[in-house]
């Protein structure tokens, strides 16, 4: 499927729309969710349990171009990843019924996982636009079958398909969308549940860990902002890989290796000897290895208490 991506002032986009527009909220990252739902009606994609319906399910509410809720979602924080509004014709109870087909997913050729669903969560923004890369043409026809445009809520996680740095400042994603125009996708799919290859499940898997990259990079630009940036990306494409060579791999175990090639470059596993010692010890837990290589760089730092002059990479 031909899409592509642009982006705009979130009030721009619900205000230009002719038909009604709809969020779709996530309970789980929208920590505001509460305080919506007492000044505007929604309705969840889950099932009441004892006429209870959790806070934490996706919910949906209809927007109009005067509303507070507008105002209220453009100003979240860039990072929240609260949930994506689309334009459609359909009512609240169908559009309901066809969501909640996608809340599950099975994933066929995994002996592990194709007779036992998963939460599939594609009411997070993340994995929404992760959907238009991952998805077969035909899966992603399916799930936006009653979507006319989408618009995305952008962050430093999502901010490269319109061309964003993920190190740039938060002013560049603050009340901004990414917006897609989805095409006609005809009648609404019979299937009763939504099944997806292999291939399709292991390539959300490769866009997630794209996205820690990203994360990364800009954890390690917030502490090391005189670096360059390109340095600062090459770094954090690399850590992952390198630190799981030697069974680290954590989020703060590759962060760790991480701070440790910028310092004393990416070579510093092969040509510092006290730091290959560590790494090379395989009979070593990973979190005390990980323990070892903290102490070696913080005594590192001690002795040599200006960062390593690098070039740009």
């Known amino acids: 499927m031909n899409i592509g991506f642009d982006s705009e002032l979130l009030p721009d986009f619900v205000a230009r729309q002719t038909q009604p527009v709809w969020v779709l909220i996530d309970g789980v990252n ?32 209809r927007l109009h171009a005067d509303s507070r809720l507008v105002d209220d979602l453009a100003m979240l924080p860039t990072d929240m990843h609260w949930g994506f509004l689309f334009t459609s014709a359909q009512s609240s109870d169908r559009l309901r019924t066809h969501f909640r087909r996608f809340t599950m997913m099975w994933i ?18 993340r994995v929404m636009i992760d959907c238009f890369e991952a998805l077969d043409p035909a899966h992603l026809a399916s799930l936006l079958q009653p979507v006319q445009h989408l618009a995305l809520p952008l962050s430093p996680m999502m901010g490269e398909s319109c061309g964003i740095s993920p190190l ?7 009340e901004r969308v990414l917006t897609i125009d989805c095409p ?52 954090a494409r690399l850590a992952a890989d390198r630190a799981g060579h030697y069974g680290l791999e954590s989020i703060r175990q590759v962060h760790l290796y991480a701070e440790c090639m910028l ?51």
């Open 184 to 235: 006609a996708h005809g009648q609404e799919p019979a299937v009763t549940t939504f099944r997806i290859s292999g291939h399709e499940f292991q390539a959300f898997g490769t866009l997630q860990r794209q996205r820690a990259t990203r994360k990364l990079a800009r954890e390690l630009h917030q502490i090391h902002p005189h670096l360059p940036d390109s340095l600062i990306l090459h770094t």
């Open 108 to 125: 066929d050729g995994r002996s592990d996982l194709e007779d036992a669903p998963i939460y599939f969560r594609f009411y997070d923004p």
């Open 168 to 174: 740039a400042p938060r002013s560049a994603f603050r």
């Open 263 to 313: 310092w004393h470059g990416d070579d510093f596993d092969r040509r510092i000897p006290q730091a290959r010692l560590v790494l090379m010890k395989d009979d070593m837990l990973a979190w005390r290895k990980a323990a070892a290589l903290e102490a070696w760089f913080v005594a590192s730092k001690t002795t040599a208490p200006t960062m390593p002059r690098h070039e740009q990479v």
């Open 30 to 61: 929208c920590a505001v969710l509460p305080e919506f739902l007492q000044r505007h009606h929604g309705i969840s994609l889950y099932k009441a349990s004892n006429s209870i319906t959790p806070a934490h399910a996706p919910w949906l509410l």
